[in-house]
């Protein structure tokens, strides 16, 4: 068995917890999820959306806080023959967030506005599989028709993982308004990294002939027998020694074989594939040959089954990942006859790394050459995590006081992103950019009330090289409302809610079965839900 687990990594979320690209959150107001449009907006979230559009606002001082509560279900049905409940085994894994906040502050003099935020624009939850996950399984599950020959009927383990990422984003920006119709801003984020992993994978047992073993112990049995085996030529040496060479193994016992030894020796004969009905016919020299040419073979299958033994060993993870980059951001605002305006956003890549940094490791394997264990998450080791380049563009149009229409779309530039997140490979993931749009309606009831209704909907560019069962990436729909008050001149309070629609998607791959060159085919059907809600209080001074 060259490995039981793969790699990984991905299992922190450190994708777009629910709005935005692959990699990135665009959820980050109230009043982003009560419209699902804000690229046009002239309140104190353009600090994020639209930071040209903050000299819109009155001058002096203005504050916004929000929170969301997130939750998303991830589902994994797999299809591989051996796993329990196959051919529709599933693995559900479970995202909480309920804190997911987001802080602004501006101040506009007028030509002038400076600006501030805080806001998670990476990840933001946790993710938790407390069934383990099939990449985990699989290689367990093979166990049993691998050693089907040895009695081996049935398989458990326990595992489970619990990941969680965020990216805080710290951001700045300066906007100045050339005149009317035309203002401009530039800013910066610092991205700052943080993902942790804490997994086990405990007593995996095999049931062999009706009895519960360790697998470990199952594996360790197997290097003794089979060392056993290697071991006869020594044993029958000092008969054939004493000129008994030609003798057979029923006519050696005469000479000093033991008739334990004689059980052995044909029980070791049979396991290297000698026909039964030759065994008793052989000498005791053609049996030291037999077993000499088979003694590489047997002892490349020593070293399996002592490594495979140590693999079965009950593991645990415990992995810190930290990085930082920085995200440079430039913005125009237009504004016509004060009825329509656009606004325009280009963030720029951030190039990030994240360093491990490793209290306890998974062992995935061994070093055919030195025998040093290959571990999951090696302690210092880098992973690439950038996040792409974005253009959002949006406008709002207010035919009337109390009506207004918006819309955005956000294109991300992912074709530029090594997202196989190491410098090593060159793994094409990326078929097309992707793109995300959204639709809003506003309508007040009265000068302090109002109501929105609105719709956002992706369209996803990865190719299957990309999805597995803790990356994947769906075109979805969503379908978000809420409510907007006007406490007073210095206080807005918004509240909203959303719920997402993923588009299913199947991906047919292929494995080498544990210990073997059969490949097995199995499809994966990937599926999503996610639900927020969220409140927002805006202050003007």
Do not use: C
Not at 427 to 450: C, P, Q, S, W
């Amino acid at each position: 068995m060259k490995k039981i687990i793969s790699v990984v990594s991905a299992l922190v979320v450190t994708g777009a917890l629910f709005a935005g690209g692959l990699v990135t959150n665009t959820n980050q107001s109230a009043q982003y999820i009560r419209l699902l449009s804000r690229n046009a907006s002239m309140d104190i979230d353009a600090v994020y959306y639209n930071p040209a559009g903050l000299t819109k606002l009155a001058p002096g001082f203005h504050f916004g806080i929000n929170n969301q509560t997130v939750g998303q279900g991830r589902s994994v049905m797999n299809s591989y023959p051996y796993l329990h409940g196959a051919p529709d085994r599933e693995y559900i894994g479970t995202v909480s967030a309920p804190f997911f906040p987001s802080i602004y502050a501006a101040y506009n003099t007028g030509k002038l506005a400076f600006s501030a935020a805080f806001n998670p624009v990476g990840g933001g939850g946790g993710a938790t599989y407390d069934e383990g996950l099939a990449m985990i399984e699989m290689p367990i599950s093979d166990l049993v028709p691998v050693l089907q020959s040895r009695g081996a009927q049935d398989y458990r383990l326990e595992t489970n993982f619990v990941g969680s990422s965020i990216f805080y984003g710290f951001q700045g920006n300066i906007s100045y308004k050339i005149n009317d119709i035309i203002s401009i801003a530039a800013g910066a984020r610092y991205v700052m990294a943080r993902n942790t992993y804490e997994g086990k994978l405990e007593n995996i047992e095999l049931n062999m002939g009706g009895t519960w073993l360790p697998a470990s112990t199952v594996f360790s049995t197997i290097a003794t027998q089979l060392t056993s085996i290697v071991a006869i030529p020594t044993s029958i040496a000092p008969i054939i020694a004493a000129g008994y060479g030609d003798l057979t193994l029923a006519q050696a016992e005469a000479v000093g074989l033991t008739p334990t030894q004689r059980a052995g020796i044909e029980a070791g004969l049979a396991a290297i594939g000698v026909p039964a009905a030759n065994i008793p016919l052989m000498t005791i020299s053609q049996v030291s040959g037999a077993v000499t040419t088979a003694t590489p073979t047997l002892n490349g299958q020593i070293a399996q089954a002592t490594a495979t033994s140590a693999l079965m060993q009950n593991q645990s993870a415990d992995v810190l990942q930290t990085g930082s980059g920085i995200t440079p951001i430039i913005g125009v605002n237009l504004t016509f006859a004060d009825i329509v305006n656009v606004g325009i956003k280009y963030e720029f890549a951030t190039k990030l790394r994240v360093i491990n940094e490793t209290t306890s490791d998974f062992t995935t394997g061994f070093n055919p050459e030195t025998g040093a264990p290959v571990t999951m998450f090696p302690d210092g080791a880098e992973t690439i995590n950038d996040m792409p380049a974005m253009l959002a563009i949006g406008a709002e149009v207010r035919p009337t006081d109390r009506f207004m229409l918006t819309g955005s779309v956000n294109y991300y530039f992912d074709k530029k992103i090594d997202y196989d997140g190491s410098a090593d490979k060159d793994i094409n993931m990326i078929d097309k950019n992707f793109m995300e749009y959204a639709f809003g309606v506003e309508y007040g009831f009265t000068k302090k009330l109002r109501a929105s209704l609105a719709y956002a909907g992706t369209m996803t560019g990865v190719n299957l090289n990309y999805q597995d069962e803790l990356s994947y990436s769906l075109n979805t729909n969503t379908f978000g409302g809420g409510l907007g008050f006007r406490i007073s001149p210095m206080i807005d309070l918004n509240v909203g809610g959303i719920y997402t629609i993923y588009q299913e998607a199947e991906k047919t791959s292929s494995r080498a079965m544990t210990g073997t060159t059969i490949m097995v085919p199995f499809t994966e059907t990937f599926n999503k839900d996610t639900w927020v809600v969220a409140i927002g209080v805006d202050l003007h001074f």
